[in-house]
């Protein structure tokens, strides 16, 4: 892909000062002011990733983000969502990044052209964003890793304010985790289970993730008598003799 801009009412072609992209495709976005557009480029190899604004009357080219890495930036195959969510009511940009060896989420100041500051951070992983509410400045998402003691793949369910403050896991037992909420979004039932443990139900509140009531638990009483037997868990450490492999 090569950007030009054309200008009809000059019969005029500009060329901005900038790398053909050779590798996947550009997610272009139209600023408000209708003058400047971003897009995205990763190079071929997964070790730099941009967002690159262009000045569509000046072809004055900037990054708004450049991020390198001598081994590898996950920019493909994001089945929980990509690197980068655009916000309607700023020029702001949620974005995901390995940048500390964490996954955690950062905010970008489109104006700026800079990281405003890490939004989560710790030696966990942020899963997937399930709902970014721009009116209360908050972002809902599911992590991995946050307990010590449980497997550090499980889900959990959490929310944080844009500026790092406020965060509440929503959900704790030992399992892995769905949730369902309220219509009013105060209440989340929660629904959690392991290979070695039945579906158990709660009833949640999102404000500081407290447990209202149990609702139930699934009796596998008559399966056991059947006979079966639940997957053994376990953890071994791996090649490092300290990193807990589950």
Known sequence: ???????????????????????????????????????????????????????TQTAAVRNILDEQSKTFIWSAHNEHGPLTTYLNQSNEIIYVSERDGW?????????????????TRGEWVMRGIDLIDEEHRQIWFRASGMIAG????????CRVNFDGTGLVRLTDGNGNHSIRFSP????????????????????????????????ETADTTELVASGWKAPEVFSAKGRDGTTEIW
């Not at 290979?195 to 209202?212: F, K």
Request: include cysteine; hydrophobic fraction near 35%.
């Open 1 to 55: 892909y090569e950007l030009n801009l054309f200008f009809v009412e000059d019969w005029k072609q500009t060329k901005p000062a900038m790398e053909r992209i050779d590798f996947g495709s550009p997610r272009v976005r139209w600023l408000p002011d209708g003058r400047r557009l971003t897009f995205e480029k990763t190079d071929r190899g997964h070790q730099r990733f941009r967002i690159i604004e262009v000045d």
């Open 150 to 157: 449980q497997d550090p793949y499980l889900i959990h369910h």
């Open 184 to 215: 009013d979004r105060q209440f989340v039932i929660d629904a959690y289970s392991r290979v070695d443990l039945a579906p158990v139900h709660e009833l949640r509140r999102t404000s500081d993730g407290a447990l209202v009531c149990s609702l």
């Open 103 to 119: 996954k955690h989420l950062y905010l970008i100041d489109g104006e700026q052209g800079a990281i405003t500051h890490q939004i």
